[in-house]
């Protein structure tokens, strides 16, 4: 068996290259998982007409839904996605969409998994720690393994940012933990995996405490990778006279893109006057935060791009000298990597993922203690980095090398290892 590809079903529900987020982020594993692999894809039926521009001849199984399973998501769209998403409450509504390509998919593989058709499956989206997989059933009946994961979510909210987290519909979050209790087979999926792999530290004590699971069924695996031409093959020169700093993501209240705008406003005259800071993306929180710029006096020094095309993206990235990203609930956070890849040191908040890929090495994490606090260490972590172009180009070229473990070839080949493990334990 070691000699020969693995038959793998992959059960990747949320799979499109076009799409932002976890779908592309199971097309990625996917893709290059199917370098490596005999992977049978099965998928749901929306990603249909982008996968087959890039499909190829690889077997992908389109699972349907059916016509009142359709109007119930639009019905749902209308209720919840009205300008700012409700997440809590938006995940919670649209579990039946999720719970028919669960069943249809139980259906159709349930016979050829106990007869021994594949080696091992995996269920890869949805990415949250909630969602039920009844296929399990089939691989402990057929002894095939199960592998569930990454999984990543349930971070909580900084205990200093009650404000954040009412804006962000934090008090809907009990829907979560009703769904451990109410939704068939949520509790079954976990206690019978074979392996559970988690996106992050947090999540995987979560899984481990909430299901009494043993240490050795659970494995860290972060979910995030990032295409090898992010790697940046020239060490950035470092520069004097003026300091680019950047921020890429949604602009929404966790983020906080505000806090590196009041850092620089904090700055002492002559280094504020080195930076140029730019924020890329756009959200709910654009308007405020032009009004900050205009109110502190900053218009020179911060730019806000609006929403641009990854291609440009990184070019901003290669451009910049440090990343600013103080989001304080960030489950899987690519952006950090792909800073990373571009040899920016970066500055984060240490709570959820992307505290995980930052080292001493690479940047700064700082423990979103309070905003206030947040505001002052943003604001002298950018004054040591950019007082200091030796310590930047040192960082940089550690967050480079950094950033190669992630890569989605070398992301395919650890997982295709970890398919070996549980296939041949022995």
Known sequence: MENQRLKVLMIVEQCNPEWPSVPLVGYNFYHH??????????????NREALSKVAGDRTIIYISESSNIKKYYNLVEKLVARGKVIWPLYHALTYPIYAEFNQKVYQQFRKPIQQGKYDLVHALTPMLPRYPVKTVRSCEVGKTPFLLGPINGGVPFPPGFRETAKKE???LNFLRALGRYLI????????TADRILSGSSYTLELVKNLFKIERDRLGLFYENGIPESFIQTVPKPPQNDSIKLLFVGRLVPYKCADVVVKAISLLKPELQNKIKFTIVGSGEESEKLKQQVKDLKLENSVKLTGQVKQAETLQYYQDSDIFCFPSIREFGGAVVLEAMASGLPCIVANNGGIGEYVTDDNGFKIDPLSREYLVKEMADKI??????????EKMSAHAVERAKAFVWPNKAQQMVNIYQQLVNPS
């Open 169 to 171: 519909n934090a008090n």
């Open 184 to 191: 068939p087979g949520y509790r079954e999926t976990y206690q």
């Open 383 to 392: 004054a040591i980095l950019a007082n200091d172009p030796q310590l930047r």
């Open 33 to 46: 998982i199917s370098q490596e692999a005999d992977v049978t894809l099965v998928t749901h039926e929306r």
